[in-house]
């Protein structure tokens, strides 16, 4: 409770009021002479299972596209004005991305977050240039508003971002956005790695990618075309079939 009055600067009477009215509910239990997080969010949390099962539903692709290209391979989606890491796949080499999910990111300077900013529409995407601080978290990191646009209409015209060391130092990630309307979800599928290896396997990674979208919108999306326009359809300069290939081809072989 103290924390709780420090943190929220309410006295400690508010506080305590706020406490025994969530208690009430569920969503918090004392414990100990202390608080604690209550079932009731967990109840909640099970309410809205789509994120989990999607996360699930991904995994096996996201394993395919880190054992092909022997890189970290993550899928995430928007939460609030970040980017959440949902699931990974890691290559097993050493020296790779020490993420998490659960881990939450800036939009601006990953792959993932550009890809999703793609999907914004034009006076949101405004409003974020306008309203988010672009702090320089890499000596890479774009921080000017109409560079960052610039760089978002070019993940829209070819279908893909790149965070040229704009996180991490030393660090490139490819990534393509991934919608499943039938979940109501919009996410981003993303491969990471040391700059050497990443761009010396750029076409590779990209044509593993492409893969990695078409089959699971084909599987959990109901097919590309079925809601409309996609980013990588014809109309949009996007990929033909003889463009991507399956993980384990003979490409990596």
């Known amino acids: 409770m103290a924390r709780l009055s420090r943190e929220?600067?309410?006295?400690?009477?508010?506080?305590?009021?706020?406490?025994?009215?969530?208690?009430?509910?569920?969503?918090?239990e004392r414990r100990d002479g202390d608080w604690t997080l209550g079932l009731a969010l967990l109840e909640l949390a099970s309410r809205v299972p789509i994120t989990e099962n999607i996360a699930n539903r991904v995994k096996p692709v996201l394993n395919d596209l880190a054992k092909a290209t022997g890189e970290t391979a993550n899928l995430s989606a928007l939460t609030?004005?970040?980017?959440?890491?949902?699931?990974?796949?890691?290559?097993?080499?050493?020296?790779?991305?020490?993420?998490?999910?659960?881990?939450?990111?800036?939009?601006?300077?990953?792959?993932?977050?550009?890809?999703?900013?793609?999907?914004?529409?034009?006076?949101?995407?405004?409003?974020?240039?306008?309203?988010?601080?672009?702090?320089?978290?890499a000596p890479?990191?774009?921080?000017?508003?109409?560079?960052?646009?610039?760089?978002?209409?070019?993940?829209?015209?070819?279908g893909w971002a790149i965070d040229d060391e704009e996180l991490e130092s030393g660090l490139i990630c490819y990534a393509m956005?991934?919608?499943?309307?039938?979940?109501?979800?919009?996410?981003a599928i993303s491969i990471s790695g040391p700059s050497g290896r990443m761009l010396q396997a750029q076409e590779e990674?990209?044509?593993?990618?492409?893969?990695?979208?078409?089959?699971?919108?084909?599987?959990?999306?109901?097919?590309?075309?079925?809601?409309?326009?996609?980013?990588?359809?014809?109309?949009?300069?996007?990929?033909?079939?003889?463009d991507w290939h399956r993980p384990g081809s003979e490409t990596y072989e």
């Open 80 to 137: 609030g004005s970040e980017l959440m890491y949902l699931a990974k796949a890691d290559g097993g080499r050493a020296l790779r991305l020490r993420s998490n999910p659960g881990d939450r990111m800036p939009l601006y300077c990953t792959a993932a977050g550009k890809c999703i900013l793609s999907r914004f529409s034009v006076p949101l995407r405004a409003q974020y240039l306008a309203e988010t601080h672009l702090s320089a978290i």
């Open 140 to 158: 890479k990191t774009i921080v000017d508003p109409e560079k960052l646009a610039e760089d978002i209409e070019r993940t829209i015209r070819r």
């Open 8 to 28: 929220t600067g309410w006295d400690k009477a508010t506080a305590l009021r706020y406490l025994t009215a969530m208690e009430k509910r569920g969503v918090v």
């Open 205 to 242: 990674i990209l044509s593993s990618l492409r893969w990695a979208v078409m089959t699971l919108q084909e599987d959990l999306g109901g097919g590309i075309g079925d809601e409309g326009p996609q980013l990588f359809s014809p109309a949009r300069g996007g990929f033909k079939s003889t």
């Open 177 to 187: 956005p991934l919608d499943l309307p039938r979940y109501g979800f919009s996410g």
